[in-house]
Nanobody, 116 residues
């Protein structure tokens, strides 16, 4: 089994930066891609971006050029560097992976609040 744990959230002013971490534990050798999602109050959870097992990232249009996803396989950790933050980036951020036959595995989430 795999467990994911996010950290690094907090309160930041618009234009600021935060770096979120997603630490994996358990059967980490079986992890392939990891995704970052966010969910704002009253909205559906949405994909922010993801990164493949070989480190190729993809991003939602809303964060392209501002967010960067990277991974350190030696530390079993994936990072989400968020720059030029906007109030609309305020949400709970989750990391996620898919494991067969369990299905999607989620972390507990970390709150990011961007003040205007």
């Amino acid at each position: 089994q795999v467990q994911l744990a996010e950290s690094g959230g907090g309160l930041v002013q618009a234009g600021g930066s935060l770096r979120l971490s997603c630490a994996a534990s358990g059967s980490t050798s079986k992890i392939n891609g990891i995704g970052w999602y966010r969910q704002a109050p009253g909205k559906q959870r949405e994909l922010v971006g993801d990164i493949s097992s070989v480190g190729i990232p993809n991003y939602a249009d809303s964060v392209k050029g501002r967010f960067t996803i990277s991974r350190d396989n030696a530390k079993n950790t994936v990072y989400l560097q968020m720059n030029s933050l906007k109030p609309e980036d305020t949400a709970v951020y989750y990391c996620e992976t898919f494991m067969w036959p369990t299905g999607q595995i989620w972390g507990q989430g970390t709150q990011v609040t961007v003040s205007s």
